[in-house]
Nanobody, 128 residues
Framework: QVTLVEAGGGLVQAGDSLRLSCTAS????????MGWFRQTPGKEREFVAA????????YYPNSVKGRFTVSRDNAKNMAYLQTDSVKAGDTAVYYC?????????????????????WGQGTQGTVTS
């Protein structure tokens, strides 16, 4: 069974950076596409980044493009989300998610249903 564990959340000031990590176990990490989502109370889970299994392609919504960077280290079974120039609106619980490779993943990487495995989340709080 695949397990994902996020770490690195915390309390930072607006304009600072936060680096989140996601450690995978129990499955062939290098064959998983990985995504990052965030959620605030009362709202749906929001896509913030994705990276293909090889790391060759990354995807971001306009809301975080240029500020967030997703990466991975397949040798360590880890994925990362670097968040720079954070704003109060970036405050959320951040989740990493994994998806086995599929030919139509380009149609699903922004969607919660596109992922089979989820971590428990890590809280990131930005103060102004």
């Amino acid at each position: 069974q695949v397990t994902l564990v996020e770490a690195g959340g915390g309390l930072v000031q607006a304009g600072d950076s936060l680096r989140l990590s996601c450690t995978a176990s129990g499955g062939p990490f290098s064959s998983f596409h990985m995504g990052w989502f965030r959620q605030t109370p009362g709202k749906e889970r929001e896509f913030v980044a994705a990276i293909t299994s090889s790391g060759s392609r990354t995807y971001y919504p306009n809301s975080v493009k240029g500020r967030f960077t997703v990466s991975r280290d397949n040798a360590k079974n880890m994925a990362y989300l670097q968040t720079d120039s954070v704003k109060a609106g970036d405050t959320a619980v951040y989740y990493c998610a994994g998806a086995p490779r599929r030919s139509d993943w380009n149609s699903y990487y922004r969607r919660v249903v596109g992922y089979d495995f989820w971590g428990q989340g890590t809280q990131g709080t930005v103060t102004s």
